[in-house]
């Protein structure tokens, strides 16, 4: 598979070999034969790439500000390794492709192999596709013309969202390339229309598609001509399609419209909203969401649940169809937009054009039939497979993700790992983590890594809800195992995974509980050794909030936070503890009324063997320039208080008062160090295999209390 990448950090735009995607149970696996660059958006990504790192930072200043907030608590290191990361992960660009069906996943009904589809894929040759996110092409609609498709149906969205009538008065300000097919959509609806933009030739495409116009450069007053053009009343909608930062667009619309007028903001502007403006004429303002209802919901795209026709009669999917059925039927003419055609192996000079050339409209990307698409799952980083050092385990990672690349590959590689094969489900973030650090294959086939008889262990970093089946191959398959907590799900999740490990004896098994080995975490394990009275212990998490939607928050998918997350901290207080945990109590925050109950505010107290206790205070409501983790034990007559892994102070210890650090240190490289010390080497596991376990079953139970919480 080749694919179009953006780097972010240096602003190239380049096309990268990976391996072929595979269809998921509710995607399509599409090979595709045209794509549409968009004006708007891929010109904003490209330009932000291309930029300095002051400029990227005056772009995002609700970002520089995250960033000042992480520096203060986490450590000024921390925080530039962490944009230098974020910056140096390409995206994949583009959301208009055009092409023919291969392959569909078990749960699809609506397409089949064969099928000539348009979709919100991006620029590569085989793409996979969720199937409420494509729509079957009409024979008469040739795929350049279907290629417009996703774009035309950003502006049918905002033009449903201003609800015009026949015979309405509409401005479309900024006359791009969703701002001409608004044009027409709002024309094929009866309604007058008039252009708003700074460029003739643009305007000049507005008018050919019955559209009065109005040029701000020329002198032309928009506010005028839209009073004017409305015959003194103002205009009944204006929809704005401009990308700029100036909020110019939007006080036109308002002094522009008629009393109970209607605004939709499609594209991106500035929002400083005069209320005057707003208040005296009961304007209506709606900012619209690109193709239509269905986007950003996980249900709707991932899920494959339709909304009912009855309730929610236009969603994306229909949305495309319904655009289709107009270029059908001749409704929507998207020819003349037509700038460019490049051949998609030369798609970066495509991106040139495009940041050099602001009138630049359709730029399309042919894919060349001649060159058939490469649909192999497992590709080569190295030109040659290497073998098995001495002293060495070769070990296969499952999965690439934001933690995966940015702290367990680095802290395995660190540690003198020999990284064998890298599996992902998109095949391009198996390219893009695994060549730098040194993979010698990419795949998107997880039998690439359990097959192979030279990898001997593998690591586990996918989502939460896949962990233990793929534990269980893993252990079935022979190899020792690193897995990203948490370990499984749900009681009948563990037990079936404690049923695969006692089968394989030969096997280590270990959870990423990183924290036991952090430096300031070794320390306080040193310095409570002595102490032979129970202890108690307080950690508090300031978790911070994150989305209802988020995949996390999920109980089927990420399991909730406390399984996800806060096990790390009750495998902590376990292990300072050194007893076994007897009993576990869980108390979460109400919701108000009719508020959903969310499990990331609640109390864990937890007893252990030798009378020691603790509780964790998970909290998702905290300030974020308040120290994330804080870690306290009273014990003797003595206090350790550790602030995010980067200070631990002493009262009435001994010989000690303080252990600080330039960087925060959480334990990553000594886990991973750890681990494959004793795969390579033998002896007893980091993390004994009854404590992992013990600790799994503790969270659940934990998680579980709290979801019956009345």
Not at 89 to 104: F, M
């Amino acid at each position: 598979m080749r694919q179009i990448m953006q780097d972010m950090g240096s602003g190239t735009t380049y096309i990268a070999d990976a391996p072929a995607p595979v269809a998921s149970s509710g995607g399509v696996l599409i090979e595709t034969t045209t794509t549409l660059i968009s004006a708007g958006t891929e010109r904003m990504l490209v330009d932000f790439g291309r930029s300095s790192l002051l400029q990227k930072a005056r772009k995002q200043p609700e970002r520089v500000k995250q960033m000042l907030d992480k520096a203060r608590t986490d450590g000024v290191l921390n925080t530039i390794d962490a944009v230098r990361s974020k910056l140096a992960q390409p995206i994949a660009l583009g959301y208009c492709n055009v092409g023919v069906v291969r392959t569909v996943g078990p749960r699809v009904v609506e397409f089949e192999p064969g099928d000539r589809v348009v979709s919100n894929g991006p620029h590569a040759d085989i793409v996979n596709v969720p199937e409420n996110l494509c729509a079957r092409i009409p024979d008469n609609v040739a795929d350049e013309a279907a290629a417009f498709t996703v774009v035309a149906s950003i502006g049918l969205q905002g033009t449903r969202l201003a609800a015009p009538t026949l015979g309405e008065t509409v401005v479309v300000i900024g006359a791009g390339l969703i701002g001409l097919l608004t044009v027409q959509l709002l024309r094929a609806q009866g309604c007058r229309v008039l252009a708003v933009d700074f460029d003739q030739a643009k305007l000049d495409l507005a008018r050919s598609f019955g559209a009065e116009i109005c040029n701000p450069a020329q002198g032309q007053d928009p506010i005028v001509a839209g009073i004017t053009f409305s015959r003194g009343h103002g205009a009944d909608a204006v929809i704005i399609t401009a990308s700029t930062s100036s909020s110019d667009p939007v006080t036109q619309a308002a002094k522009m419209s008629r009393k109970r007028g209607r605004i939709v903001l499609v594209g991106a502007t500035g929002l400083e909203l005069s209320r005057a403006d707003f208040y005296e004429k009961e304007l209506s303002f709606s900012v619209s969401c690109s193709y239509g209802p269905g986007r950003y919901d996980p249900s709707y795209e991932q899920g494959g649940n339709d909304y009912p026709i009855g309730f929610v009669r236009w969603t994306a999917q229909r949305n495309f169809e319904a655009v289709l059925d107009m270029m059908s039927q001749g409704s929507l003419d998207v020819q003349p937009l037509i700038s460019h055609r490049v051949a998609f192996e030369e798609a970066p000079s495509a991106y040139d054009t495009l940041a050099s050339d602001k009138g630049a409209l359709g730029l399309l990307l042919t894919y060349s039939t001649g060159q058939k698409a490469s649909f192999e799952r497992t590709l080569a980083l190295s030109p040659h497979q290497r073998l098995t050092a001495a002293g060495k385990t070769q070990i296969g990672f499952i999965g690439a993700g934001n933690y995966a690349s940015r702290m367990l590959i680095p802290a395995f590689r660190k540690a003198g790992a020999q990284l064998s094969t890298v599996v992902t489900n998109s095949g391009t973030s198996s390219v893009i983590h695994g060549r730098p650090a040194g993979f010698d294959k990419a795949s998107t086939d997880v039998n690439a890594v359990l097959d192979d008889a030279a990898t001997g262990a593998v690591a586990i970093v996918t989502r939460h809800d896949s962990h233990a089946g793929l534990v269980q191959q893993a252990l079935a398959a022979g190899k020792h195992v690193f897995v990203e907590k948490p370990l499984a799900l749900t009681l009948d999740e563990l037990e079936a995974v404690r049923a695969a490990y006692d089968q394989a004896p030969d096997c280590l098994l270990m959870v990423g509980f990183n924290r036991r080995f952090a430096p300031h975490v070794v320390k306080m394990k040193q310095l409570l050794a002595g102490v032979q009275e129970p202890k108690s212990f307080i950690f508090t998490m300031n978790a911070g909030a994150i989305p209802a939607t988020h995949w996390t928050q999920d109980l089927q998918v990420g399991g909730g936070r406390i399984i996800g997350e806060a096990c790390h901290h009750i495998d902590l207080m376990r292990f300072l503890a050194g007893s076994p945990i007897i009993s576990v109590s869980a108390r979460g925050m109400g919701s108000p009324s009719g508020a959903p109950q969310i499990e990331d505010k609640a109390a864990i107290t937890l007893g252990f063997a030798d009378g020691s206790f603790g509780t964790v205070h998970y909290l998702a409501n905290g300030a974020a320039s308040f120290p994330k983790e804080r870690i306290e034990a009273f014990a003797g007559g003595r206090i350790l208080a550790l602030d995010n892994f980067r200070s631990l102070k002493g009262y009435g210890v001994p010989g000690f008062s303080k252990l600080g650090g330039w960087t925060q240190d959480k334990g990553q490289n000594g886990c991973a160090a750890g681990f494959l010390r004793a795969v390579t080497e033998g002896g007893a596991a980091p993390i004994p295999a009854d404590e992992i376990f013990e600790v799994a079953r503790v969270t659940i139970e934990a998680a579980q209390q709290l979801r019956q919480q009345k």
